[in-house]
């Protein structure tokens, strides 16, 4: 019993830290302030991946695509080949290769774990084995969630249904998954808000937005989930 306990105190330990993680990374990286970005570029050699980070986020995913509405990549094939002949070298290659910001590749999981894993260790030196093991749990949906579900939440609802695995189909009906959509449509429409897939730290944080009505409606004239 106590090891259980601990499993799932681990797992509970490790989802705070990856939610947190993911909503504080996401605002201040993905979508750096100009004076942050100023400081990269001057340290470029130093801080290449943030600049890599918000240039796929910031510019690709919420900037060059998606610009007709929150569930139309491109508007036609013409706008897509724009976009690519301004793509060059690995970089390019990359972020074509991660759907333009719209999931991640093996190098992205890499990049999203690294920032929290030097919490593992830490973890076990307080907690030891038990509470370790459970929070590889979270760790593990924290990049699988935006290599797995966003891609998800930027298509109508009933086309993602059908798209979907059926364990996958099992999770966009439930409740939580439900609210994602609202939640990252809400990210999407106003960006200053709403960065978690792993709900907890926007709450935490102070940046988490509530639909209002007119969103609803937006929300629903999409084709989105609204309760």
Same mark, same amino acid.
């Given at each position: 019993?106590?090891? &259980? ?10 989802? =705070?830290?990856?939610?947190? *993680? ?23 050699? %130093? ?11 910031? &510019? &690709? ?23 690519? *002949? ?35 260790? %830490? ?9 370790? =093991?459970?929070? !590889? ?25 059908? =798209? ?39 709450? %935490? ?12 409606? =937006? &929300?629903?004239?999409?084709? !989105?989930?609204?309760?």
């Amino acid at each position: 019993m106590e090891s &259980i306990l601990r499993l799932l105190g681990g797992a509970l330990l490790g989802y =705070a830290i990856v939610s947190v *993680a993911e909503s504080f990374l996401h605002n201040n990286v993905q979508h750096g302030r100009s004076q942050a970005r100023q400081f990269w570029e001057k340290y470029s050699k %130093l801080m290449k991946p943030l600049l890599r980070a918000y240039f796929s986020h910031h &510019i &690709i995913h919420h900037c060059r695509t998606f610009r007709k509405n929150h569930v139309t990549q491109f508007r036609s094939e013409e706008e897509r080949e724009r976009l690519d *002949a301004t793509l060059n070298g690995w970089r390019g290659e990359l972020i074509k290769r991660e759907r333009y910001g719209l999931s991640v590749s093996d190098v992205g999981v890499l990049m999203f774990l690294l920032p929290v894993l030097g919490f593992l260790p %830490l973890i076990y030196w307080l907690f030891g084995g038990w509470v370790l =093991a459970g929070a !590889l749990l979270p760790y593990a949906v924290y990049p699988a969630s935006s290599r797995n579900l966003h891609p998800y939440l930027h298509m109508r609802y009933e086309d993602a249904l059908r =798209a979907a695995s059926p364990p996958m189909r099992w999770f966009l009906r439930t409740s939580y998954c439900r609210f994602i959509y609202r939640h990252h449509y809400l990210h999407h429409r106003y960006v200053r808000c709403n960065y978690n897939l792993l709900f907890g730290g926007d709450w %935490l944080l102070g940046v988490h937005r509530l639909p209002a009505a007119e969103d609803l409606e =937006a &929300i629903r004239a999409l084709g !989105l989930p609204v309760d």
